[in-house]
């Protein structure tokens, strides 16, 4: 399912993080592809996106989590004609793709 990033702003502490794990991320206004979604057990149960043409980065820093494979939080995104996603549109996301 396609969606479009509206928030592309991160506190300078991630974006070095980012910049040290050469880490990509989808710029405000990108359309993306969303190929798989899963929930966050550490932040109460919050919503994340794999995204096509950004899979297989992972993060490896002393100072932070290790993460193994990086999601991006879905309220970064809207649906295309610029509504948020709903319970029923994770549902099918989920559907769709799994």
Do not use: W
């Not at 502490?13 to 993306?32: C, G, M, R, S």
């Not at 490896?60 to 939080?73: V, Y």
């Not at 509504?83 to 549902?91: A, S």
């Amino acid at each position: 399912m396609d969606a479009i990033c509206v928030n592309d702003k991160y506190d300078s502490k991630t974006l070095e993080v980012f910049a040290k794990n050469k880490i990509k991320y989808p710029k405000k206004d990108e359309i993306v592809y969303i190929t798989r979604i899963h929930k966050y057990t550490l932040q109460g149960g919050k919503v994340g996106f794999f995204l096509a043409g950004y899979e297989g980065q992972f993060i490896q820093d002393p100072n932070t989590l290790n993460i193994n494979e990086l999601s991006f939080n879905s309220s970064r995104f809207k649906k295309l004609d610029g509504t948020d996603f709903l319970k029923e549109d994770l549902k099918k996301i989920k559907e769709l793709v799994n």
